[in-house]
């Protein structure tokens, strides 16, 4: 599943999301643990956090305890998992903007990196859930992008190994920006995790190996 995205430039974010400079930097590419911006809903209004992509960041593990990768929450059981139910419950419903995301193809043998990115070029947003965390001079925020099932999408089931089961972010319409951050039922929420059209997506084999992680 996706672990890496590129986010969008500020200008990007401030003009086609319609929301104010968040006052922090990020960097060109996000990988686990660093920091990315997001949208959320306060007061009727759409705002943008910079936060840590992973929902629980690497330095709130405790002394001895295991770093589980949290960057993705599975949509089926996001309402089950310790680390994801409470979240998905209080309704914490955030958007990850973003140019494009890096998937694995094996169908040369070997894994290759693909860029998926929408057919037309533009920005988008994907599905998310996030927290917030008291910190000793205010809160720091981190986030889990939202993943379903993508076995029969014509293109993102070429990603991944044979036998493994195809998964896929929730690229959430314009249209439908503000309904899903503003949606604190749970199960009204589902509404909104479903593929989005084949015909929108492309994809695009890059020269740089796929590492799989960083």
Same mark, same amino acid.
């Not at 999301?17 to 990020?26: C, S």
């Not at 036998?163 to 690229?171: A, F, N, P, T, Y």
């Given at each position: 599943? !996706?672990?890496?995205?590129?986010? &969008? ?62 960057? =993705? ?20 419903? !955030? ?9 694995? !193809? ?42 379903? =099932?993508?076995?029969?999408? &014509? ?27 503003? !949606? ?31």
């Amino acid at each position: 599943m !996706c672990i890496n995205y590129i986010p &969008p430039t500020k200008a990007v974010l401030v003009e086609y999301f319609g929301v104010d400079d968040p006052g922090f930097e990020w960097k060109g590419e996000v990988w686990q643990d660093y920091q990315a911006p997001i949208l959320t809903l306060r007061d009727g209004r759409r705002q943008a956090l910079v936060a840590n992509y992973g929902l629980v960041p690497k330095r709130k593990v405790q002394p001895g305890g295991k770093h589980y990768a949290t960057m =993705n929450a599975r949509a089926e059981t996001v309402d089950e998992k310790p680390t994801y139910r409470r979240d998905w419950q209080q309704g914490h419903l !955030c958007l990850v903007p973003m140019l494009g995301f890096f998937e694995p !193809c094996y169908e040369s043998g070997k894994a290759e990196r693909w860029r998926i990115s929408m057919a037309d070029g533009m920005p988008f947003a994907v599905a998310g859930i996030w927290r917030a965390w008291q910190e000793e001079q205010g809160y720091t925020f981190s986030f889990s992008q939202l993943t379903i =099932n993508a076995d029969t999408h &014509p293109l993102l089931r070429r990603m991944h190994k044979t036998g493994d089961e195809k998964r896929s972010l929730v690229i959430v319409p314009p249209e439908d920006y503000d309904a899903w951050l503003g !949606c604190r039922d749970p199960e009204l929420a589902r509404a909104y995790l479903v593929q989005q059209s084949d015909e929108k997506l492309t994809g695009m084999q890059m020269l740089i190996p796929y590492r799989g992680s960083h």
